[in-house]
C-alpha cells in the first residue's frame, strides 16, 4: 500500500493559533516524511522533514511530530501569521528510493 | 539567480499538438525530475533523470518523452496532446546522494482545450 492519507482537506484559523495537518501511512518501508509548503502559483518547497528513528523534529515555528506505531505524522505551525497561508503537503519515501508519495494537501488560511 | 527555471510559464494549446516544456536548473544538481499536478493538487512523478540517463519512470503514456542534453537541464515533449493533459508541471532537481531534497521549478500550467 503506497498510499498517503491526508487530512483535513482545509483548514482555517486566527493569527496566532497551531494549525495541525495530519498524515497516515500504511507501509512500513517508508523511511522518510517531508513536508512541503506551495503558494499560489509557486512550486512545493520543502519545508521540514522527519526520519521514523526521531519523535519530534522542530525548525523554527514549525514542528514534526512522528508516530512509529501508529504510522502517523504531523504538522503543527506555532504562533501562525497570515503569510503561512498557503497548501501543505506531507509526502513518504521507500528506503533508498527518490519517488515521493505525497499526500492530497491541505489548503490552510490564517486570518488576520 | 533562480534556482530551478522553467519555460513556458504557461501554455495554451489544442488537441493533437505537440509541445515542449523546459527546464533549468543551476544548483549544480545532477538529478532532475518532472511532476504532474492536477487540478485538484494532487502530485505525481513522471520522470527523474541522474546524470542524463532516466532512472524513474513513472506509468506515463508515451506521449510524454524527457529529454536531457546536460545534467543542467530536462526537457518536457508531449505529443498528441489531450484534454486530460492539462495540468501543472513541475520540474525538480536534486543531488543524486540527497535526493529526498527536491527543489522545484514555479510549475508550468499547460491547458488542451
Known amino acids: 500500500q503506497q498510499q498517503v492519507k491526508q487530512s483535513p482537506q482545509s483548514l482555517i484559523v486566527q493569527k496566532g493559533g497551531i494549525p495541525i495537518i495530519n498524515c497516515a501511512y500504511e507501509n512500513t518501508a517508508f523511511d522518510y516524511f517531508p513536508w512541503y509548503q506551495q503558494f499560489p502559483g509557486k512550486g512545493p518547497a520543502l519545508l521540514i522533514a522527519i526520519r521514523p528513528d526521531v519523535s519530534e523534529k522542530k525548525e523554527g515555528r514549525f514542528t514534526i511530530s512522528f508516530n512509529k506505531s501508529a504510522k502517523q505524522f504531523s504538522l503543527h505551525i506555532m504562533d501562525s501569521q497570515p503569510g503561512d497561508s498557503a497548501t501543505y503537503f506531507c509526502a513518504a519515501f521507500f528506503g533508498g528510493s527518490y519517488i515521493p508519495t505525497f499526500g492530497r494537501g491541505t489548503s490552510l488560511i490564517v486570518h488576520p | 539567480d533562480t534556482a530551478v527555471s522553467q519555460t513556458p510559464k504557461y501554455l495554451v494549446t489544442q488537441m493533437g499538438n505537440d509541445k515542449s516544456i523546459k527546464c533549468e536548473q543551476n544548483?549544480?544538481?545532477?538529478?532532475m525530475y518532472w511532476y504532474k499536478q492536477d487540478s485538484k493538487k494532487f502530485l505525481k512523478i513522471m520522470f527523474s533523470y541522474n546524470n542524463k540517463e532516466l532512472i524513474i519512470n513513472e506509468t506515463v503514456p508515451n506521449r510524454f518523452s524527457p529529454k536531457s542534453p546536460d545534467k543542467a537541464h530536462l526537457n518536457l515533449h508531449i505529443n498528441s496532446l489531450e484534454l486530460g493533459d492539462s495540468a501543472v508541471y513541475f520540474c525538480?532537481?536534486?543531488?543524486?546522494?540527497?535526493?529526498?531534497?527536491?527543489?522545484f521549478g514555479p510549475g508550468t500550467r499547460l491547458t488542451v482545450t
Open positions: 544548483l549544480g544538481h545532477d538529478t
Open positions: 525538480a532537481s536534486s543531488h543524486s546522494a540527497r535526493g529526498h531534497e527536491q527543489y
